[in-house]
């Protein structure tokens, strides 16, 4: 299994710190409590059933034609492979893993691409191309139209872009969603990081018709439990806290941003929900902060950390003591 955030058991077993004196920065979800209501007691003796208004609550918020519900974004990332044969797979990296391993677990041998212009150079050799936008680990961003001129290209040798856009929700502007029912283009989009439901396993696939039903059949019926469906229509569909949310979240990215400027690491990417920082002793920062009880995410093959957001100002203060007493030893 690859490594990812969140992994606060095992943290709290190697520092012996018990896992509820943690404040949990690794996974660049949300941070705050999403209002739910109860679920209604008679879904968890059901099995689920289409028709209770997810689909519809979802193709509106997307302002998709067409998607199909998963169980994550990380279900679909898992299964798409499988719809292609013979394809020259192209991924814009780095990016988060699990891409490279599908494609590679397919038995593909996917080309890693580091750039636009390696993306330009190499695309008219490919059938597939994947990336992550905004990219998670570094926040990289792509424009819709750059997008669409890669998209259009494939298509005209009837290649597939794949979009990864599970932390898009805050800048809705840069997603290709109203675009995913043209041929050759899937999206990806997940409840877990803007709507902080990381636990609810709830993603969505925007293609054409034809795409969806073939991974319908790949991934089988009840891919996505009845509590989960009820909690997802509902969150997709209250317009007042997404909007108070997505305000909150860009002020707090770039407090977030301000603060490791102030402590001398700047950011060398990120997005509303989380910032990249660059440091040749990534390591040593990632365990000073551990030591302290505050969990980072780190990439050390790329000698860089992500730090996620504080959901309150008690978690703020402990991120700026932290992070003081790294610039203290370092």
């Given at each position: 299994?690859?490594?990812?955030?969140?992994?606060?058991?095992?943290?709290?077993?190697?520092?012996?710190?018990?896992?509820?004196?943690?404040?949990?920065?690794?996974?660049?979800?949300?941070?705050?409590?999403?209002?739910?209501?109860?679920?209604?007691?008679?879904?968890?003796?059901?099995?689920?059933?289409?028709?209770?208004?997810?689909?519809?609550?979802?193709?509106?918020?997307?302002?998709?034609?067409?998607?199909?519900p998963v169980a994550g974004?990380?279900?679909?990332?898992?299964?798409?492979?499988?719809?292609?044969?013979?394809?020259?797979?192209?991924?814009?990296?780095?990016?988060?893993?699990?891409?490279?391993?599908?494609?590679?677990?397919?038995?593909?041998?996917?080309?890693?691409?580091?750039?636009?212009?390696?993306?330009?150079?190499?695309?008219?050799?490919?059938?597939?191309?994947?990336?992550?936008?905004?990219?998670?680990?570094?926040?990289?961003?792509?424009?819709?139209?750059?997008?669409?001129?890669?998209?259009?290209?494939?298509?005209?040798?009837?290649?597939?872009?794949?979009?990864?856009?599970?932390?898009?929700?805050?800048?809705?502007?840069?997603?290709?969603?109203?675009?995913?029912?043209?041929?050759?283009?899937?999206?990806?989009?997940?409840?877990?990081?803007?709507?902080?439901?990381?636990?609810?396993?709830?993603?969505?696939?925007?293609?054409?018709?034809?795409?969806?039903?073939?991974?319908?059949?790949?991934?089988?019926?009840?891919?996505?439990?009845?509590?989960?469906?009820?909690?997802?229509?509902?969150?997709?569909?209250?317009?007042?806290?997404?909007?108070?949310?997505?305000?909150?979240?860009?002020?707090d990215g770039e407090r977030?941003?301000?603060?490791?400027?102030?402590?001398?690491?700047?950011?060398?990417?990120?997005?509303?929900?989380?910032?990249?920082?660059?440091?040749?002793?990534?390591?040593?920062?990632?365990?000073?902060?551990?030591?302290?009880?505050?969990?980072?995410?780190?990439?050390?093959?790329?000698?860089?950390?992500?730090?996620?957001?504080?959901?309150?100002?008690?978690?703020?203060?402990?991120?700026?003591?932290?992070?003081?007493?790294?610039?203290?030893?370092?």
């Amino acid at each position: 299994m690859l490594e990812h955030g969140g992994r606060l058991r095992r943290a709290a077993l190697e520092y012996g710190i018990p896992t509820g004196d943690w404040l949990d920065l690794s996974t660049g979800l949300a941070p705050y409590a999403w209002p739910l209501a109860s679920v209604p007691p008679d879904m968890w003796h059901r099995l689920p059933e289409e028709g209770d208004g997810l689909e519809e609550a979802a193709c509106a918020y997307y302002g998709a034609r067409f998607l199909l519900p998963v169980a994550g974004s990380q279900a679909a990332i898992q299964s798409l492979p499988g719809l292609f044969r013979g394809c020259r797979v192209g991924i814009v990296e780095p990016c988060y893993a699990e891409h490279r391993r599908a494609w590679e677990m397919a038995g593909f041998a996917p080309i890693s691409l580091a750039s636009e212009a390696d993306v330009d150079t190499r695309l008219e050799q490919l059938d597939v191309l994947a990336l992550v936008n905004p990219n998670n680990p570094t926040g990289r961003l792509f424009t819709v139209e750059q997008l669409l001129h890669w998209h259009a290209a494939l298509a005209r040798r009837d290649g597939c872009l794949i979009v990864d856009e599970a932390f898009v929700d805050t800048t809705p502007e840069h997603s290709l969603a109203s675009y995913s029912h043209l041929q050759g283009l899937i999206v990806l989009r997940s409840l877990g990081k803007f709507f902080g439901l990381g636990g609810a396993r709830l993603g969505f696939v925007l293609a054409g018709e034809s795409v969806l039903l073939q991974l319908a059949e790949t991934l089988g019926p009840w891919t996505v439990s009845g509590p989960t469906r009820h909690v997802g229509q509902r969150a997709l569909a209250d317009r007042s806290t997404q909007d108070r949310w997505r305000s909150r979240l860009l002020a707090d990215g770039e407090r977030l941003a301000a603060l490791l400027c102030a402590r001398g690491l700047k950011p060398a990417g990120g997005c509303a929900l989380f910032q990249w920082i660059e440091h040749p002793d990534a390591r040593a920062l990632q365990d000073c902060l551990a030591r302290q009880g505050v969990l980072i995410r780190l990439f050390p093959e790329r000698a860089a950390v992500r730090i996620g957001l504080p959901g309150d100002e008690s978690g703020w203060r402990r991120l700026d003591t932290a992070l003081q007493a790294f610039a203290e030893v370092s």
